[in-house]
């Protein structure tokens, strides 16, 4: 490394190389080399901005300028204009949903300017593949300080007073978590890294992992101290490959740093560890399955007690936290417990990372201090719904969570309340729906996941969700009965009660809250043969209005089954027969004068 | 056939060597054997068995359990339509549905008859920021629509 | 990468590391340099050459090298901006290589204007 007057910033994360990112930085260094700028710029590969949508995405420094939608030959305008000339491409600027303003600065973005970036503070700042870049950023500065300054038992304490709670979906308290593996007898102990992100529509773990992978490591390090452990895992989902090559050359340049593996900063401390990739199945992520699987066996969960503090991997205590946790150690231990405590509302201290997805215009992810609000999030942050349609509700929690309502936009987001409310933290996942989304076909699509998941090891959780399955498929076929409703509820609470782990005991919570905040969707599914929300295929039917109908012949063209006929220039009409309502006319025809109801 | 039986064998033999006395390699091992034949061959599954003596039913138990494992030869290309929640809510049931229909495959097929693509169902491969999502292989396909599918799998050959 | 054995070489790396990567971190002075096509062909690299190598030869920290386009004074070019935080911009045009060292250590590092190569205050 060597001092650059201008540093270029190229997003490297998942996104934004299926969009092509490896091409634009290959592009721009070409183009800087070729100027003869390669002594004054450089080029740095980045993990995720969480402003996915907007990939590739690029940064000019020092002046912090924004890009967007970079292509290669925008790279190169990029270089002629900005580099070479300083005129900054207006073109590429980030253009602001509302008001289609150009905004220049990464700074000034109304979807960065709100958020407080605490756990993902290096996430598309540094080169992950870098060591010495986190070391410029206090990087191992904690490890150092906790190793040379601090008791274990100091740590643990310290832990416990930050207020920092589990990320991976239970909330519970990290530091007592730790003092209890702490005092389980050693000498051999575990720390393990929860790296299996599950939720379908999360993805907060798979950016940090990608974008800071030695802000875990020194988390980890610093937990394997506290609690006496040399050894630790991380089990990461073989769905990230990007996220397991990054880990693993992170592992390798600490080693050969000396900051892990044997005598630690000339400590004595020891500390090794393996990256474990998943082989697919949701239940694995469950902490007592992911040792099983660790250990080569079947992925299934064994009942609690005893806790994994007591006898985990290989019989021995262990603990397990999840990425997220493990990410705020570090600074936790760097700035002091208070300093984290100061963020945050009620017992929820800190902040939360959300993965913002779904009908809203910035999709991506959100790290916010505890006790922001929903409304906060979905329209300061996320801008608002797409197309200007109206806020339906909110999923947060994925399949163990639950929907929120238009009346809860107001409601602070804590650990408490949200489960209140009948949601969970659970790991971050926070999908906006709009009027268009069928909350009974929601629910389904999540028993459908959790059933599909389910490990079949208790016979609540694997009969149960069926059973349930089975009455919401019947409900949106339009063959719902009466009684359906009350039937859902009753499973839903057995089964919520009589599982074994938490797939099970959290699985009807979907369905619950649905049918909480949105039981006359269910009833006009039932009772009037219905789908409010024109979603579920079965209960719709697709007509031409014939007053708006000019006979374009357009939609003809589209029916995959040939179930439109008409003359040009005259109202064409639908064989309801035919129809398999698959919504293909709708989308062309450019007079809305076909009907989905 | 015999050639290439002894080839499965000595190659599994040769994956599982470093594993030999060692805890938790089951799973690696059969990770490992599966990139190298694209599934889980019998004969694999038989030679782990011999060499590592876990019963061959455990084996299976394992292989059957995790969704990443087949039992059957698998096209050259695996095509993982993602079925997460942010591309559920983007219509990603619509481009399954395509892709379904481009490779004309019939109820309950998941390989085409050439071998040339598998397809499978995936709960979110963590671009969400993208949704509907398809990964081809390694690489990720985002803001798909139906239309953009018959591109999308042209490339693959 | 060498091993980092105790708490002084991880400092050492840290700071090494942290001036490597001072262009991601908004400088509190900075250094402005003309560069649309006026300034490029009046030699305006040249001018952020001698910035740079000013720069570095010092040792400065927290000062940020950017550049511009045309700002319309183009018959003055080449130009350099210098901001102190806290005070007003200055732009010194006509320059020369050789101008640059006076400027930088007169003016960014102790705050005295260099007032016979000042054009124009833009704030
Ligand atoms: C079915 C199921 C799936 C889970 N999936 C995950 C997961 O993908 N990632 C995760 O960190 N925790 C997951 N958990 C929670 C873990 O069991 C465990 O509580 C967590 O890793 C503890 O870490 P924390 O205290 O830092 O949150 C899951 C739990 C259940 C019941
Ligand atoms: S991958 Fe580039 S912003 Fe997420
Ligand atoms: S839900 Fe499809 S990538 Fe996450």
Redesign the pocket.
Same mark, same amino acid.
């Given at each position: 490394m060597a001092t650059f007057r201008s540093h270029v910033l190229v997003c490297g994360g998942t996104g934004c190389t299926s969009g092509g990112s490896d091409k634009v930085l290959e592009t721009l260094r070409e183009g800087i080399k070729a100027n003869g700028l390669d002594k004054e710029i450089t080029v740095v590969q980045t993990g995720c901005h969480g402003m996915c949508e907007a990939g590739p995405i690029v940064i000019v420094y020092p002046e912090g300028t924004f890009y967007t939608h970079v292509k290669p030959q925008d790279a190169k305008e990029i270089v002629a204009e900005h580099l070479l000339k300083g005129r900054v491409v207006e073109r590429l600027l980030y253009k602001e949903a509302m008001h289609s303003e150009a905004v220049p600065h990464y700074k000034e973005l109304p979807f960065y300017s709100k958020q407080v970036r605490l756990t993902l503070r290096n996430c598309g700042y540094i080169d992950p593949d870098s060591l010495e870049e986190y070391v410029a950023r206090d990087g191992y500065q904690a490890l150092a300080k906790v190793l040379t300054e601090k008791t274990p038992e100091q740590v643990v304490e310290d832990i416990k007073a930050s207020g920092l709670r589990g990320r991976g979906g239970g909330g519970f308290s990290t530091g007592m978590k730790w003092m209890f593996c702490a005092k389980s007898p050693g000498p051999k102990k575990y720390v393990i890294c929860n790296a299996d992100e599950g939720d379908?529509?999360?993805?907060m773990d798979r950016s940090l992992l990608e974008g800071d992978p030695h802000a875990i490591l020194e988390g980890m390090a610093i937990g394997a101290y506290a609690m006496g452990a040399d050894e630790g895992y991380i089990y990461c989902r073989a769905e990230y490959p990007l996220a397991i090559k990054r880990l693993l050359k992170s592992i390798t340049d600490a080693e050969e740093a000396g900051l892990l593996g044997e005598n630690i900063l000339g400590t004595g401390f020891n500390f090794t560890l393996h990256v474990k990739e998943g082989a697919g199945a949701f239940v694995c992520g469950e902490e007592t399955a992911l040792m099983n699987s660790i250990e080569g066996k079947r992925g299934m969960p064994r009942p609690r007690p005893p806790f994994p503090a007591i006898k985990g991997l290989w019989g021995k205590p262990s603990n397990i936290n999840n990425v997220e946790t493990w990410a705020n150690v570090a600074q936790i231990m760097f700035h002091g417990p208070e300093w984290y405590a100061n963020y945050g509302y009620d017992k929820s201290r800190g902040t939360k990372v959300f993965?913002l997805?779904g009908k809203v215009n910035n999709t991506g992810l959100v790290e916010v201090p505890m006790g922001t609000t929903i409304r906060e999030v979905v329209f300061d942050i996320g801008g608002g719904i797409i197309g200007g349609k109206k806020f339906k509700a909110v999923q947060i929690g994925g399949p163990s969570g639950g929907c929120l309502t238009e009346q809860h936009l107001d409601l602070p987001i804590s650990y408490e309340s949200l489960t209140a409310a009948g949601a969970i933290m659970g790991s971050g996942g926070l999908v906006v729906v709009d009027e268009d989304t069928c909350m009974v076909d929601m629910a389904k699509f999540f028993l459908e996941f959790t059933q599909r998941e389910s490990c079949g090891k208790c016979i609540p959780c694997r009969e149960g969700t069926k059973k349930m399955l089975d009455i919401l498929i019947r409900i949106t076929e339009g063959n719902g009965r009466e009684e359906d409703i009350d039937n859902l509820i009753y499973l839903g609470t057995q089964i919520k009660t009589a599982s074994l782990c938490g797939l099970g005991q959290t699985a009807p919570n979907p369905v619950l809250t649905t049918l909480r905040y949105f039981r006359h969707e269910y009833e006009a599914h039932i009772r009037e043969k219905r789908c409010p929300a024109g979603a579920c295929t079965a209960l719709i039917t697709i007509t031409i209005d014939p007053a708006k109908c000019v006979g374009c012949t357009k939609c003809t063209k589209a029916c995959p089954v040939n179930a439109i006929s008409g003359t040009v220039k005259q109202p064409h009409l639908i064989d309801q027969d035919k129809c398999i309502k698959c919504g293909a006319c709708v989308e062309v025809c450019p007079f809305k004068a076909i009907d989905k109801k | 056939m015999s050639t290439a039986t002894k080839d499965v064998a000595q190659v599994t033999k040769d994956i599982v060597a470093p594993w030999k006395g060692k805890r938790g390699g089951i799973i690696p091992i059969l990770q490992k054997v599966q990139h190298e034949f694209g599934y889980l061959p019998d004969e694999a599954m038989v030679t782990i068995s011999e060499e590592t003596k876990v019963a061959l039913a455990e084996l299976y138990g394992v292989a059957t359990f995790y969704a990443q494992f087949h039992l059957k030869p698998r096209g050259r290309h695996i095509i993982r339509v993602?079925? &997460?929640? #942010?591309?559920?809510v983007r219509g990603?049931l619509g481009i399954l549905e395509r892709v379904i229909s481009e490779l004309k495959l019939h109820e309950g097929e998941v390989t085409t008859p050439d071998l040339r693509f598998t397809i499978e169902p995936? #709960?979110?491969? &963590? #671009?969400? &920021?993208?949704?509907?999502?398809v990964m081809v292989d390694d690489e990720?396909h &985002?803001r798909l629509t139906k239309d953009k599918v018959p591109d999308m799998l042209s490339k693959y050959e | 990468m060498p091993k980092i054995s105790n708490l002084e070489e991880l400092k050492k790396l840290r700071d090494k590391s942290i001036a490597e990567t001072a262009a991601r971190k908004e400088g509190r002075f900075r250094v402005i340099i003309g560069l649309g096509t006026c300034g490029i062909a009046a030699g305006g690299r040249k001018i952020m050459e001698a910035a740079m190598e000013e720069i570095a030869k010092r040792g400065l920290k927290d000062v940020s090298v950017e550049t511009t386009g045309c700002i319309g004074m183009c018959q003055n070019e080449p130009l350099m901006d210098i901001v102190r935080p806290g005070e007003p911009r200055v732009t010194y045009g006509n320059l020369k290589p050789e101008d640059v060292p006076r400027i930088i250590a007169d003016h960014l590092v102790n705050g005295n204007v260099v007032e016979e190569k000042v054009i124009g205050r833009p704030e």
């Open positions: 379908p529509g999360a993805f993965a997805t | 993602c079925r &997460g929640t #942010a591309c559920h990603s995936v #709960a979110c491969i &963590g #671009a969400c &920021g993208l949704a509907p999502c990720t &985002g | -």
